[in-house]
């Protein structure tokens, strides 16, 4: 034990002399403060010194107060607030070389030599020349007498590691920035709203948003809400768009819908370069069409509010990544940034990452529009061919000779509506006919079965819950039934979107293909799930939506504390077994403890959580945020950790209990679930489509191969359909989860950052890794 003691001790003072200082610049961004809050506690948890640096690189300049030394305490509470709660401010001075001499000898003078950088690629370019030109800044001070040779040898070295905080998602080399996911929040909420108003009066809106030389925040919004119409400086449109516009607008009117968005990025252009105002977009519609058009520019408001569930766990690992960085960085570790690949951290060379940002400005500046689409990475590129499949094409002139249906099974979940939609239109536009079936494979059994066309699915995008009905009965307690239905209505695919139910119920109906001829047909499940346990994939639809439901309680409940004294909450989420909801919204949230069923705990480690609470409530913070997952332990219920907190912090805390419920269920779709929903339906159908015309003879569909039936999912950074057969292997059929889960991962940096005593060793740092051209862009992102 004390053998194990002393090692703890040696990895937790890895970073013991060392110091670090922390400082945001350009254009603020929300998660910011969870970054800044990461960076701080994990650089004071491996023993180092922790400075806020205020006012970006203007306060690194100035000096003085602007640049204190941060303790634990100095971040509380700050994860859930937008901007930047150390401030930001361009600098001149600090382009200079003059600037930053004064820069160096303020550094120097609190024996900083470990830098991390929170901002857009002209920050991290910034930081870059700084570190080039360190050696050269000092030996100039010790010139002009500012410091000793002795003070120059010592801080010889600058490592400088890079944070992209930019809501434009506009930087090469990562899946997405900081600031991103909650800018698509605020894009959404606008367009919901304006949605609402533009139906009562037949309204057609022109919504200019942020982007002067990046538009994914444009095509991301638009495939998230349907817009009619798309403008990106990435993609112009053709010459004539003036017509063609007008009459796509003039042909959704004709079908039925009351209202027209068109979405606009600011740094919109047409073909010659000559810049696309909204306002012109605007006259263009009155003139042409007569309709009753408003433009809305959002501007600002896209970087103001409370960070999404999203950037604060992505700041949380970059910032205890970049603490890592500068950890083992050494003379000959290049500037790195911290970035996202799928679900992991992974550093790259900073200068390199510029280089290929500015190589897709290059291309668009040189009007080789298709070459800076796929410069800007495969997600981005993916986005756009979806968008212009579902926005731009139309239902088939010709029938083909398949038709499908889709059900939705188990209980609702945000999302399922947008994949709904999606496949519905992809269908049509195949010429399949397309079923919908109401309350999944109960109403698969009764007959409640209908054909589905283009209008009816309209509107269905940002729809929470499921408007189709869902029910969770397996297909065993009705399969002659179902088998009966199939051949009634020559049901020749099967598109189920739903939780573990969904799962389960298409392996049923594959292993009872034996008996059932009719159920040699093609199959495929879409997870959704705001218990995220659906193997075959990283991500359910749904689990996003109900992270960030449960986040905004937490932080109400957290609110609530702090206007009271020494208080713990105690809070239930759902999630059945699985404790990936409790887990994510623990980090989002800042919680003290997060228990969940797949990492066992004691009485012991229950013991623990209490004394480190009471220890918590002798400092400045003095609330406590407890999650438990529904069914994390038999015994240690709610109520059992209710009794055992308040009994044990009697005199020192009170406790309260709160079971979140299914408000987790609720609510409109969060902008990932629906873009995610989207694209997952376009493809689940697409594939639905290709192995229909593989297993088709003699004017039949006959499937009974392993692959006929599958789970799609998002696995690491790539769509996988995984067979139903494979996955059954890897099942946890009692507790309804996939033995393997890569979240569990992120319990570490939950337990570090709420300074619980873990052994560093257990932390898995991110690869340094060379990267080109190509893998910087064309293998960037879903």
Same mark, same amino acid.
């Given at each position: 034990?004390?053998?194990?003691? =002393? ?29 800044? @809050? ?5 650089? &004071? ?15 690194? #300049? ?14 509380? !509470? ?7 709660? &150390? ?8 382009? %200079? ?19 991390? #950088? ?32 002795? #003070? ?6 600058? *490592? ?19 600031? %991103? ?62 017509? $063609? ?94 970035? $996202? ?5 992974? @550093? ?33 590129? !993916?986005?756009? *061919? ?69 209008? +009816? ?80 994939? +990283? ?8 992270? !960030? =439901? ?22 239930? /989420? ?8 409790? %887990? ?18 004691? &009485? ?32 240690? /219920? ?36 629906? !873009? ?30 392993? +692959? ?36 569990? *991962? ?6 570090? $950052? ?18 080109? @051209? ?9």
């Amino acid at each position: 034990m004390a053998a194990a003691a =002393a090692e703890l001790e040696r990895l937790r003072m890895a970073g013991a002399g060392m110091a670090i200082a922390v400082l945001t610049s350009g254009g603020d961004a929300q998660g910011m403060n969870a970054a800044v @809050r990461a960076v701080t506690r994990m650089g &004071i948890y491996v023993g180092a010194k922790v400075f806020l640096i205020y006012e970006g690189y203007e306060g690194l #300049v100035e000096g003085g107060d602007n640049i204190k030394q941060a303790n634990w305490l100095s971040v509380s !509470n700050i994860i859930q607030l937008g901007g930047t709660v &150390i401030g930001s401010a361009r600098c001149k001075a600090f382009t %200079t070389r003059a600037g930053r001499l004064r820069a160096a000898r303020n550094l120097v003078e609190h024996g900083i030599t470990n830098l991390c #950088v929170i901002g857009g690629d002209g920050s991290l370019t910034g930081a870059d020349i700084f570190r080039s030109e360190w050696g050269g800044l000092l030996e100039e001070l010790v010139r002009d007498g500012q410091i000793s040779e002795e #003070v120059a040898r010592e801080n010889c070295r600058l *490592n400088i590691v890079g944070l992209v905080g930019s809501i434009d998602n506009d930087f090469c080399g990562t899946d997405m920035t900081i600031g %991103t996911d909650s800018a698509l929040h605020r894009i959404m909420e606008v367009i919901d709203a304006i949605t609402t108003t533009a139906q009562s009066h037949q309204r057609t809106f022109v919504l200019e948003v942020m982007g002067r030389h990046c538009g994914y925040l444009a095509l991301v919004s638009g495939l998230a809400s349907g817009a009619d119409w798309l403008f990106i400086p990435e993609s112009p449109p053709e010459d004539g768009w003036e017509d $063609l516009m007008c009459e796509r607008l003039g042909e959704t009117r004709s079908r039925g819908s009351r209202l027209n968005i068109i979405i606009i990025a600011e740094g919109a252009i047409d073909r010659s370069g000559k810049p696309i105002s909204s306002n012109y977009v605007k006259d263009l519609v009155v003139q042409r069409l007569g309709f009753d058009t408003r433009v809305t520019v959002l501007g600002h408001v896209q970087r103001g509010g409370t960070p999404s569930a999203f950037d604060r766990v992505l700041s949380s690992k970059m910032g205890m990544e970049a603490v890592m960085a500068l950890l083992e960085a050494t003379p000959d570790t290049p500037a790195c940034v911290v970035s $996202l690949s799928g679900n992991q951290s992974v @550093r790259l060379p900073l200068m390199e990452c510029v280089q290929v940002t500015k190589d897709v400005q290059k291309a668009m500046d040189e009007k080789r529009f298709e070459e800076a689409i796929q410069l800007r990475g495969r997600s981005f590129e !993916n986005n756009w *061919n979806i968008y212009k499949l579902l926005a731009h094409q139309k239902p088939a002139q010709e029938k083909s000779p398949f038709s499908f249906a889709i059900l939705n099974v188990g209980a609702p979940a945000a999302g399922m509506n947008a994949a709904v939609r999606s496949a519905v239109r992809i269908g049509i536009c195949q010429g399949h006919t397309v079923y919908v079936v109401s309350d999944g494979f109960e109403g698969l059994s009764k007959g409640q079965i209908r054909e589905v066309g283009w209008h +009816d699915v309209a509107g269905w995008l940002g729809r929470g819950g499921s408007m189709l009905g869902t029910k969770r009965t397996l297909p065993k307690t009705c399969m002659e039934k179902i088998v009966e239905n199939v051949r009634k209505f020559n049901i020749q695919g099967l598109l189920v979107i739903g939780g573990f139910e969904a799962y389960e119920g298409v392996l049923q109906l594959v292993e009872a293909r034996g008996q059932y001829e009719e159920l040699c047909i093609i199959m495929c499940v879409i997870p959704a799930t705001i218990s995220n346990n659906v193997p075959g994939t +990283d991500f359910s639809l749904g689990s996003d939506t109900a992270v !960030n =439901a449960a986040m905004e309680s937490c932080d109400r409940i957290k609110q609530s504390a702090s206007g009271t004294k020494r208080r713990v909450f105690i809070v239930e /989420t759902m999630g059945g077994y699985c404790g990936y909801l409790s %887990t994510v919204t623990g980090i989002a949230v800042g919680a003290d403890a997060a228990y969940v069923y797949e990492d066992p705990f004691t &009485i012991h480690d229950l013991k623990a959580n209490v004394e480190h609470l009471t220890d918590k409530m002798k400092t400045d913070i003095q609330r406590g945020l407890v999650l438990r997952n529904e069914k994390c332990h038999e015994h240690y /219920t709610t109520e059992f950790l209710y009794n055992l907190y308040s009994s044990e912090g009697k005199g020192i805390f009170d406790c309260r209990i709160n079971v979140l419920g299914h408000l987790q269920q609720g609510g409109a779709p969060t902008p990932f679930d629906r !873009n995610y929903g989207t694209k997952l339906g376009v493809k689940a159908v697409l594939w639905m489509s290709e192995k229909l015309q593989e297993v088709y003879r003699k004017g039949r569909v006959f499937a009974n191969s392993g +692959d006929s039936a599958c789970v799609i999912g998002l696995r690491k950074k790539v769509v996988a359909f995984s067979p139903v057969t494979e996955l059954k292997k890897v099942t946890d059929f009692e507790h309804r989860l996939p033995q393997e889960q890569w979240w569990l *991962n992120l319990r570490l940096m939950l337990k570090m $950052l709420a300074n619980y005593q873990i052994s560093l060793t257990e932390y898995i740092s991110g690869k340094m890794e060379h990267v080109t @051209r190509r893998t910087l862009s064309i293998e960037k992102g879903f």
